[in-house]
C-alpha cells in the first residue's frame, strides 16, 4: 500500500518561507511523478506544482510561480515544496500526491496544513 506523510506545514507571516515535505512508501518512488495540491476553507482542491519521476520536468500554476519551487530527492522517496514571499491567499491545507504522470494522481497523503497571517 502506497502511503504520503506530509510534514513542515505551519504557521509563518506573510512574506516568509516555508518548506513542506512528502515522505513516501510501499513503491518504487522514483518510477513515479509527485504533484503538490492546496484545498483552502470553503474551496475546491487546487493544483499547486508537479514534478516528473526524474525531476526534469516541473510544472506551476500560475499563482505560485516564481515563488513556490518543488523538487525531489530520489535516494529519500521525497518531494519538497518550497515556499517564499508566502500570501495570506497561499493559507490552505497541502496535500502530496504520486501517478504515473504529472497529469494523473492516484495516491494521497493526509495534508499540512500551511497558515500565512497578514
Known amino acids: 500500500q502506497v502511503q504520503l506523510v506530509e510534514s513542515g506545514g505551519g504557521l509563518v507571516q506573510a512574506g516568509g518561507s516555508l518548506r513542506v515535505s512528502c515522505a513516501a512508501s510501499?513503491?518504487?518512488?522514483?518510477?513515479?511523478?509527485m504533484g503538490w495540491f492546496r484545498q483552502a476553507p470553503g474551496k475546491e482542491r487546487e493544483f499547486v506544482a508537479s514534478i516528473s519521476w526524474n525531476g526534469g520536468n516541473t510544472y506551476y500554476a500560475d499563482s505560485v510561480k516564481g515563488r513556490f519551487t518543488i523538487s525531489r530527492d530520489n535516494a529519500k522517496n521525497t518531494v519538497y515544496l518550497q515556499m517564499n514571499s508566502l500570501k495570506p491567499e497561499d493559507t490552505a491545507v497541502y496535500y502530496c500526491?504520486?501517478?504515473?504522470?504529472?497529469?494523473?494522481?492516484?495516491?494521497w497523503g493526509q495534508g499540512a496544513q500551511v497558515t500565512v497571517s497578514s
Open positions: 500526491a504520486s501517478g504515473p504522470n504529472s497529469a494523473k494522481f492516484d495516491f
Open positions: 510501499g513503491r518504487t518512488f522514483r518510477g513515479y511523478a
